[in-house]
């Protein structure tokens, strides 16, 4: 008894098209049956259809000297400020570096804080500083919960943004632990899980990977209690601190 | 031509704070990025939001780029993720639901006779056809259709290239093939019936 004639499926046929389909089978059943040579002769015209000049619409430009000094023209400032910013960051991290032992310093001891109090300058640098701190973060989980998830993301932006934001994160957490502020910790303990989180994922991040992400910012309520935190922080600022920055 | 070790040197400069150093890098590579651009997204303004886009996600992530690769082909990964959020970004600014329902029927559904898309390919109303088969698929599909069809990418480097597993992009390239095949046996039934 012979055995049925399987006939490879469309796609097995597409596959063989672009010589990625498992070498031989489909080879010899185009050889032996005619319906399929057809079926496959069908596929190839249609796609003999899609070429380089078919895809694009006619009389699109190209790319020449021209248009190249056009788009370096809207290039060159956009890369201006990405240096500029790139040196802001690099100072920002000594300086939050430089507050965190202010913050230790300062909370760690509790003076009682008259209006006089010549450290107030300093706990200002703090404040002004974890503010900024909270607010980049901020965004950075605004940007994430809103990132639409409905495929591969690049969040290579997000990435280096998390890493920067967490070497001050961790500056910050350890400060306020020792100063005896749990709540500012674990605020800023939930806030280093997560952007260790973002800093470790790959990009382009899978949808279901951030959709994950987004469930656990919005399960914890983080943005809202980082929210909460910058704008406790930001009051600080303007207020005099009779005390310690008690912002948890 | 692309030379590697000018590559090099241009990226070093950079590095080194050079600004300059990143134009020869766009003198050199920007119509490559230009046409991967205009070819995935089949629109020019798109394509010329992509190479600006490409260009400066090179720039931003250049401390990543290991100075032994290809720079050509690290941009070219850039690019084809740029060009796929380009499109996702103009399927959301149509308020399109992307598809991914399958099409029926196997594709001797297509005459293979006269007036075939062979006869027809040098010409505006396969152009026509063409494009608008591209416009129903998703920014998925046509993404990784693109990527294998126009730049020869295989599978695997078309999920690397946009972030996909293996059997995502397959099944993106084929259903973006039926579309294809659909929207030219639609068009060719009405051909093949006013011969006759």
């Not at chain 2, 003198?27 to 260009?55: I, K, Y």
């Amino acid at each position: 008894m012979n055995a049925p004639i399987v006939h490879p499926a469309d796609d097995d046929l597409v596959l063989h098209y672009y010589d990625e389909g498992p070498a031989g089978a489909v080879e010899v059943h185009l050889g032996q049956c005619a319906a399929c040579r057809q079926r496959f002769e069908a596929l190839r015209h249609a796609l003999a259809s899609l070429t380089p000049e078919t895809a694009v619409p006619a009389g699109a430009p190209a790319f020449g000297p021209a248009e190249v000094e056009r788009a370096w023209r809207t290039l060159a400032p956009k890369l201006a400020r990405e240096r500029t910013r790139s040196r802001l960051r690099g100072v920002m991290l000594p300086l939050a570096m430089a507050a965190a032992l202010v913050v230790a310093f300062t909370l760690g001891r509790r003076w009682p804080a008259p209006a006089e109090d010549p450290a107030r300058g300093s706990e200002r640098v703090l404040l002004v500083a974890l503010g900024d701190h909270l607010e980049r973060s901020e965004m950075l989980l605004v940007e994430l919960v809103n990132a639409p998830a409905e495929g591969p993301l690049d969040i290579g932006p997000e990435r280096l943004q998390a890493e920067e934001l967490l070497g001050a994160s961790r500056l910050y957490r350890a400060a306020a632990t020792r100063a005896g502020e749990p709540g500012l910790a674990g605020v800023l303990e939930e806030l280093e899980r997560l952007l260790v989180e973002v800093a470790h994922r790959p990009s382009p991040i899978s949808s279901d990977d951030l959709a994950r992400l987004q469930r656990r910012i919005d399960a914890r309520g983080l943005l809202f209690k980082v929210r909460v935190l910058g704008a406790r922080v930001r009051t600080r600022q303007t207020d005099a601190i009779p005390g310690p920055a008690a912002v948890s | 031509m692309q030379d590697g070790d000018s590559d090099a040197e241009a990226v070093a400069r950079v590095r080194a704070g050079d600004a300059e150093g990143f134009r020869v890098l766009m003198e050199r590579h920007g119509a490559n990025v230009h046409r991967l651009a205009l070819r995935m997204t089949g629109n020019p303004q798109d394509a010329e939001d992509v190479v600006q886009e490409s260009f400066l996600r090179a720039y931003r992530n250049l401390h990543h780029f290991e100075a032994r690769a290809r720079f050509g082909s690290w941009l070219y990964r850039i690019a084809a993720n740029c060009a796929y959020d380009a499109l996702r970004a103009r399927a959301r600014r149509q308020g399109r639901i992307e598809p991914s329902g399958e099409a029926d029927g196997p594709f001797d559904a297509l005459p293979t006779g006269d007036p075939g898309p062979d006869r027809l390919v040098a010409g505006a109303e396969v152009r026509r056809r063409v494009q608008a088969a591209m416009a129903r698929m998703s920014a998925l599909e046509r993404a990784a259709f693109s990527l294998r069809h126009l730049e020869g990418m295989a599978t695997a480097e078309i999920a690397a290239a946009l972030g996909l597993q293996g059997e995502a992009a397959k099944q993106s390239v084929f259903r973006a093939v039926r579309k294809l095949r659909d929207a030219l046996a639609d068009q060719a039934r009405p051909a093949a019936g006013a011969r006759g």
